[in-house]
């Protein structure tokens, strides 16, 4: 099970971190990732960490403003959001997956429910 938390509402510039608390599952075997998903639109790749936290990949849209990370002593992964837009306004989701952390949200294997940001001027 994955529960994902911190999302809200911002303004433009703002900065949210989100977290996600795995259970039931070796956390520390699987890398994981954050997806967004805005309203009538895709589950878009954000950022993944490998199990290690040694490597962290980023969509081009967010590189240099978010940051992934995790705790496996807590068996929570994080995201950090600064310089935030409004393109950036979706239901976040975590996601375990027992390979690499990769891109493709179809290699995952569990979920969590989402949390929404909104971005407003």
């Known amino acids: 099970q994955l529960q994902a938390s911190g999302g809200g509402a911002v303004q433009t510039g703002g900065s949210l971190r989100l977290s996600c608390v795995a259970s039931?599952?070796?956390?520390?075997?699987?890398?994981m990732g954050w997806f967004r998903q805005a309203p009538g639109k895709g589950r878009d790749f954000v950022a993944a960490?490998?199990?290690?936290?040694?490597?962290?990949y980023y969509a081009d849209s967010v590189k240099g403003r978010f940051t992934i990370s995790r705790d496996n002593a807590k068996n929570t992964v994080y995201l950090q959001m600064n310089s935030l837009k409004i393109e950036d306004t979706a239901k976040y989701y975590c996601?375990?997956?027992?390979?690499?952390?990769?891109?493709?949200?179809?290699?995952?294997?569990?979920w969590g429910q989402g949390t929404q940001v909104t971005v407003s001027s």
């Open positions: 039931g599952f070796d956390f520390s075997d699987y890398g």
């Open positions: 996601a375990a997956d027992k390979g690499w952390a990769t891109r493709d949200k179809d290699e995952y294997d569990y």
């Open positions: 960490v490998t199990w290690s936290g040694g490597s962290t």
